[in-house]
């Protein structure tokens, strides 16, 4: 693992190329061109060696791009989520089998869910209830409701 001081100093280096006048100024049009563009400079290419990990792995034991030669259900990536997120959230950091992390095969769950939508190789099985966003919204309100009342009892 890197040292506090390594990661420090590397971000401190990130940061500074961000606040660069010179690179966020620049007068060359290719730089005007690429800045339009999705910006890759914030990415952390930790993550990104853990998904290529993950990805070359997948590539290796089923084929490269194997997600793209026949369609794929959605269902399928998001139980591997579900999976691997709890056996992050139980204290596992490392998958057993590829050695990278819990959470680089979620992101390689989430990539391949992505290029399913834009390639159309997916089969949109979710469960689309339309119930949990309001759900959601609504548990804000009433948590809310709750803090205040158990405030408000136990002055």
């Known amino acids: 693992m890197f040292e506090r001081d390594q990661i420090q100093s590397f971000a401190e280096g990130v940061q500074q190329k961000i606040q660069d006048e010179e690179m966020l100024t620049s007068p060359n049009p290719k730089a005007a061109y690429g800045a339009a563009k999705a910006p890759f400079i914030g990415v952390p290419p930790t993550a990104l060696v853990q998904l290529g990990l993950v990805m070359g792995g997948g590539a290796h034991k089923y084929g490269l791009y194997n997600f793209r030669s026949t369609r ?27 050695g990278a992390t819990e959470l680089a095969h979620i992101m390689a769950c989430c990539a391949i869910l992505i290029d399913g939508h834009y390639t159309g190789m997916i ?14 919204e609504d548990s804000a309100h009433l948590f809310g409701v709750f803090k205040e009342n158990y405030n408000e009892s136990s002055t």
């Open 72 to 98: 794929i259900n959605a269902s399928t990536y998001i139980d591997a989520i579900y999976r691997h997120f709890l056996k992050y959230q139980d204290g596992v950091d490392c998958d057993k089998e590829s």
């Open 123 to 136: 089969i949109d099985d979710r469960c689309k209830t339309g119930l949990v966003e309001p759900l959601l």
